[in-house]
T-cell receptor, first 113, second 108 residues
Framework: SQTIHQWPATLVQPVGSPLSLECTVEGTSNPNLYWYRQAAGRGLQLLFYSVGIGQISSEVPQNLSASRPQDRQFILSSKKLLLSDSGFYLC????????????FGPGTRLTVL | QKEVEQNSGPLSVPEGAIASLNCTYSDRGSQSFFWYRQYSGKSPELIMFIYSNGDKEDGRFTAQLNKASQYVSLLIRDSQPSDSATYLCAVNHYKLSFGAGTTVTVRA
């Protein structure tokens, strides 16, 4: 069965510090991978998606970037965090038998102070 | 106009009753539709998906789709306290677009 991992689970960072969040998927190959952010009391905002190694599409221009160095690894980064970057960051994958369903990891709760 | 709209709630239902959640979407080309359940502080969990007009039942959950009216709903029968959560509607065309969610509280 497929499993998706994210770490860290929680993170408190000062404004202006760098960020690196990691997501890995097990039990499937060549998944589509996604990064979402959920701000408090708000819906899910798609940040990046990837259909393969090195292929990244950005949905929202901002100070975040994403990379996919391996088939089942997706990384979200920032060089300098802003207060507005606080939120719940979710990684998801798709590519199961149904094709369109997305499955979410446990998430990383980021607080920027 | 938002791509996917849901009533934010909260929707309060007594234990054992039917909870009815509604979702409308703006993109007529949308082909697949999903319902996720999100407990407070946790990530969304897929509970239902539907691709064709009509009803789809899975246990106590029924998803209903009407593409002509651009409307998808979720019924939860015999509601239990464990059903208390936020329910997210998601609609897929070229990407998955989420509604802001409806918070459901099942009171014992």
């Amino acid at each position: 069965s497929q499993t998706i991992h994210q770490w860290p689970a929680t993170l408190v960072q000062p404004v202006g510090s760098p960020l690196s969040l990691e997501c890995t998927v097990e039990g499937t190959s060549n998944p589509n991978l996604y990064w979402y952010r959920q701000a408090a009391g708000r819906g899910l905002q798609l940040l990046f998606y990837s259909v393969g190694i090195g292929q990244i599409s950005s949905e929202v221009p901002q100070n975040l970037s994403a990379s996919r160095p391996q088939d089942r690894q997706f990384i979200l980064s920032s060089k300098k965090l802003l207060l507005s970057d606080s939120g719940f960051y979710l990684c998801a994958w798709s590519g199961g038998p149904g094709g369109n369903e997305q499955f979410f990891g446990p998430g990383t709760r980021l607080t920027v102070l | 106009q938002k791509e996917v709209e849901q009533n934010s709630g909260p929707l309060s239902v007594p234990e054992g009753a039917i909870a009815s959640l509604n979702c409308t979407y703006s993109d007529r080309g949308s082909q697949s539709f999903f319902w996720y359940r999100q407990y407070s502080g946790k990530s969304p969990e897929l509970i239902m998906f539907i691709y064709s007009n009509g009803d789809k039942e899975d246990g106590r959950f029924t998803a209903q789709l009407n593409k002509a009216s651009q409307y998808v709903s979720l019924l939860i029968r015999d509601s239990q306290p464990s059903d208390s959560a936020t329910y997210l509607c998601a609609v897929n065309h070229y990407k998955l677009s989420f509604g802001a969610g409806t918070t459901v509280t099942v009171r014992a």
